[in-house]
Structures are given as structure tokens and as C-alpha cells.
């Protein structure tokens, strides 16, 4: 272990400087003293103002905004890209949406009062994306959640207006579509978090099924719904008009993008990725992502074009359109890009006031499937910010080393910087990224949770300019890190990342420990779970060092050693969980599919690249049917990871116990069926025995 310990020393000398190995104390100065939250939060105000939803002229608007500014910082070939879109073309796997142009909606009550529920022209949110244009005065029916057939037994909603609280495309499916209703009034409730319902005034935005040939709906908090349903319920005939003046159909996606030239053609592309699609107004999600970027461009370009960093080695792009739905269309457009791309630094989320929005910044790792150093860059600079922050909090720090945002007139908190390092969550373009076929390993910004996510508000006023700065030195720093990393490097990296490497299996013995006593498991099977958790964890770690050298430059089985510390780390682990398993009795390590010849077949992708679930598409429902694949029982995050594990050497046996490493032991059998129904939607075939 004599290795390890001098790996441990090692880092935890280099964490006393946290932006080295990776910077200089110089580059760091240099970096984190030209980023501004104040002008990332002037670019903010004015996207706020805009109902960004593709596809639309206001979407435009704000694409057009953002490559201005891109021309103003001085970035190279700053333009926008416009993809066809039409329901049936695709991108990867991706099948296109369709646009939307909305001249008016309104929705009034005119019996038994006179008053305005909505008015899409001075608060667009109120209008559910692709309603279609309509004229209808009608009742309204209260059917409650309306997500299922029982909510309508009894009622008569032919022509009708519904209230309703359920998914809102579900919704749309029974009320309209099979039922005959004319539209919907809905208050479906936002995003859950321990907060919820606490203010019943949030409006949340609502998407309707473009693909439907008709229907409409409003959106109306909850304190106005449960108002409608009290007066219904003491049998009130309440009659609304909704008037709505509206377009669906073929249209394009706009995308932005720009770059800062590198030296080496050849060397590849970090990419800086967001999206400018939000309902008004929109300002965390993904607004401060969008303003993020930016002034990780403008901070970059400054300080390269002064020379107070050097050109890096690797072009830097930056790219800004509809989240999954854009990225996909430009990859898939321009494959050249997307061969070239070796890392991703992702913004969603990343301005939110902890305070008011009750959010943590999260530096989200790559998942299992695509092991990277890149989350080890970024936890590097969220720690050295935390820690400036943190002093300055209580009074031994300097605002420099905090950096705090003063400079605009609404003025940054001096709060500490509240911020972790989580495992794998998907949710924004990033799944993109990391999906295989693509895979671009991404460092994943965001805040989670956030109160006022996909509501009305969701505005400038819960942002924190000082977190937007902090976040876009710590983008600027990681991405500027990608751009420049090659082979002569690695004598001082590899130990920083191997004792990360060691940190993490340290923390996987815990969880594996307590897996081999889980009285819910027979010994047997504990016992091999465990040491699954464990041999995978070493997988992964390896890879993680692998990508290193690889991303490098560096030559081949540099990392041997750090390679081997990891796995003599992890055998003294191993020897104890063996121990512990044998005291409960276990007589050897039993796989839950070792006689399932199912589970010795290999999978091999046969579809285009990317996810199966998209913005707006859903590939195995598009394929399959609805009937089909509402049988099919296997949720996220297990059925992303099963699709990004199929690489066809793996069998289904060895997918399903990387899986269960990742997410926790699962059975054989609905690993089987995910995959068998990938299989009827021509996404993956079988090789191997039958």
C-alpha cells in the first residue's frame, strides 16, 4: 500500500493549491479576475424578456441576440445554423418536431363572472406550447388528474373544457383525443422537491402533443384551480371562451455557434454546450446556462487575444440551440464536428440564488459507461472556489479569492459557494454527449433542486451574480484545461487523478460492505453483488486513467502504475468483504444469471447514434406503440445506461451487472425484456445463443 499513501500525500499537497496541476497560480488569477457576473447577468436580462420556445420568431430573436454578442467578443465564425423540421425527418435518432407560431390566445370566464384567466400576449407562459388555433365557448369539467380512463366515468366532456392536474400530454391523449373535449385548463403541479405546493401562485408552463391534430390549453396555478374546483364542486355551471390563433407545423431549429481557433487542426474540439429554449422568463433554466457560456467565450477570447493566456492546442466551440433536439440536429449534420469533439463542458441550471431557489451547484460526474478524468478537472476548481468563497464568508478571505460580483446594479450575494460532486444524473443535453456512439464525456453543471423550475417564476430576480460568476470561472478554467492537455503532463496528472481514483473506491467499500450484510440477499447473492460493486468500480477507475493518457496523447500503458495502485487498493477490500461474507455463512458468490442462457447473448447497436428519449421524441414509443410500450417495466437511470452499455462485446449478463454496480442490484429479467424491446424497435439486434 506504500503506493497509495504516496498517492494520498500527493493530493492532498496539490489540494492546498486546487487549481494545480491543471493551471498555473497565474492562469488561475488571470481567469478568475476577467470573468464578470455582472455582464453575464446584464445578458441575462435581456434573453428573460424573450418566450423562447423553437421555433418561433421570439426564439430568433434570442438566437440572433446571442450571436451578436459572439461578433462583439470577437469570436471566430459566429453564426446560426437553421435545421428542417417537419415531424419525420431525423437527426441520429431523433426524430424532428414541429414549429410554433402563436399570433393570440386568451382565456376568459363569461358565466357566471366576467374575468381574464389568460392572455398569452402579456404572459406567453399561460398558452401551453402547440395549442392549436380555436374558437370555444363550453363548460368547464373537473376530471381531476385526468392521466387515467376512471377519471372520466361518469362525465360528460364532449366539447368541453377540463380542468385538470395530470401529465399534460396524457391528458391531452384521453380528453381530447379519445374523449372529444375541446380543451384544457390544467395546473399541473411543478417539478417535485420538499418544497412543493408551498406556493400555490406558481404557474408552470405546459407542452402539448405537436403531433395532435388539434386541442388547446391554458395554464393557471393552483390556487386559482382549486378555486374552479370548489365552485364546481358546489355545482356552479362555469363557462369559459378561449380563443386561440395559433400554427403547427414544418419549421426549422436554430442553432448558434462559435469557436476560438486552436493551434492544432488535428487535436480536436472541446465543445461548451447549454440550451436557448425556455418558456418567458425562463432566467435559470437554462438562461444562466446560456449567459454562462457566453462569458466563458468572452473571458477566453480576451485573455488569449491580450496574451495573458496562451492560444490553446484544441479549438473551443461553443454551441447554443433547442436542449437534445439542437444538439442532435447539428451532430448529426455535421459529423465531422462531432468525430473531432473530446470533451463537453455542459451548462443547465447554474445561476440560482441557494437562498431563494433553494438549490446546490452540482458538478455532475460522466456516467459508468464513459469513465473520464474530465469531473476530476471541474471538482479540482469548484473545491479551490468553495474554499475562497468559504474564508471570505467568515472573514479571513479576500472578495478576490471569493469572487464575488459587485459590479452589477442588482449586486451578487457573498454567500459561500454551495456546491457538490454527485453521481450521474441525466436530464439535459449532456445525455447527448454521453450517450454511446457519441461519447463526449461531459462535465455537467446545474442546479438541483430549484423551486421555481419551469415556472413563471423562474426570473432574474432569484438569479445570484456572484454564482454565475463563480460558475463561469470554473467553466473557463476546465474548459481551457481540455483545450491544452497533452503527454508532457501526465507526470504530474496521474498522480492527482489516480488519488482521486482511490478516493472514490474508498467510498465504494462502504456501499459494498454494506451490501454483502444486506439481510434482504441471501449470503450467496450478497456476496457476489458486492464483489460486483467492487470489480466494477475498479473498471471504472482504470478507464478513468485510460482516458487520461488517451485524451493525452500520452504513450500506450502510461498509466500502468497508477492502474496497479488502484487495484491492489481495491484486493485489500476485496479480502475483507470475503471475510465478511463468509461470517454470514456464504459458501461462494452466486450470479442471479448464470444459468440464464438469455443472459449470454450480446447485444449489438444497429440504429443511428443517440439516446432513445429526446426533447420531444421517444423512440421506442414512436416504434413500438404506445400498447407495447407501456408494458415495458424498466425506468431511468437503468434503461440509459443498458443502451449506453451496449457495445457488442458486452453480454447481457455482464450489462446488467454494470448496471447494478451503478444504480443497485437489479434482476436479469427486465434487463432481458428492455433489451428485447429495443430489439422489436430495430435499435439493437442479438448475437449469441437464442
Known sequence: MQASCSLFLCFLCLSATAQEPFLSSSQWRSLSAETSGAAAYENLRYLTALHRVPGTPAFEQAAQFIVDRAHEYGLDDAHSEAFPIDGIR??????????????????????PHHQLLGD??????????????????????????????????????QAKIVLADGLLTRVQQLAIAEHGAAGIVSDMPNQASAWSGLDPTLVRWGHLDARQA??????ISRQTADFLRMRLAAHEDIVLKAEVQATVGPGHWTVDTATISGTDPLAGQVVFSCHLDHERPGANDDGSGCVGILEVARTLHRLIE???????????????????????????????IMKDLRADVHMDMVGGDPFKN?????????????????????????????????????????????LLEARTTAGGTRNEFMADVTPFEAGSDHDDYDSSMIAVPSLYLRDWPDIFIHTDHDSLEQIDATKLRRVAALGAAAGYVYANLDARQLPLLLPFITAQCEGRIAKTFIIAQ??????????????????NLLSQSVRRESEVLHSLVIFCGGPANSESTSVGAVTSQASSFVSWLDAEAKVRGAKAPVSPWTDDAAARRIPVRIAPFGPVNNQNDNALLARLGRERYDKIEFAEPYAY??????????????????????????????????????????????????
Open 90 to 111: 431525423t437527426y441520429g435518432l431523433m426524430r424532428s418536431y414541429l414549429a410554433w407560431s402563436v399570433q393570440a390566445g386568451e382565456l376568459w370566464e363569461v358565466r
Open 120 to 157: 398569452a400576449k402579456t404572459d406567453p407562459i399561460r398558452l401551453a406550447d402547440y395549442s392549436h388555433t380555436a374558437s370555444v365557448e363550453a363548460s368547464l369539467v373537473d376530471v381531476g388528474d385526468g392521466t387515467n380512463a376512471r377519471d372520466y366515468i361518469g362525465k360528460d366532456v
Open 214 to 219: 388539434k386541442g388547446f390549453a391554458f395554464m
Open 306 to 336: 491580450s496574451g495573458a493566456l496562451a492560444r490553446p492546442k484544441r479549438t473551443i466551440r461553443f454551441i447554443w440551440g433547442p436542449e437534445h433536439e439542437g444538439t442532435m440536429a447539428f451532430l448529426a449534420t455535421h459529423p465531422e
Open 358 to 402: 433553494k438549490s446546490i451547484m452540482h458538478v455532475t460526474e460522466t456516467p459508468w459507461s464513459l469513465p473520464s478524468f474530465v469531473t476530476d478537472v471541474g471538482s479540482a476548481f469548484l473545491e479551490k472556489i468553495r474554499a475562497g468563497a468559504s474564508e471570505y464568508a467568515e472573514g479571513s478571505g479576500s472578495p478576490d479569492e471569493a
Open 514 to 531: 454494506r451490501l454483502v450484510n444486506n439481510s434482504d440477499l441471501s449470503p450467496d447473492v450478497a456476496w457476489y453483488e458486492s464483489r
Open 641 to 690: 445506461e443498458t443502451l449506453n452499455l451496449v457495445n457488442g462485446k458486452r453480454t447481457v449478463g455482464e450489462i446488467r451487472d454494470a448496471v447494478s454496480a451503478e444504480y443497485g442490484p437489479i434482476a436479469i429479467e427486465p434487463v432481458v425484456q428492455y433489451l428485447s424491446a429495443l430489439a422489436e424497435a430495430k435499435i439493437i439486434e442479438f448475437t449469441g445463443p437464442k
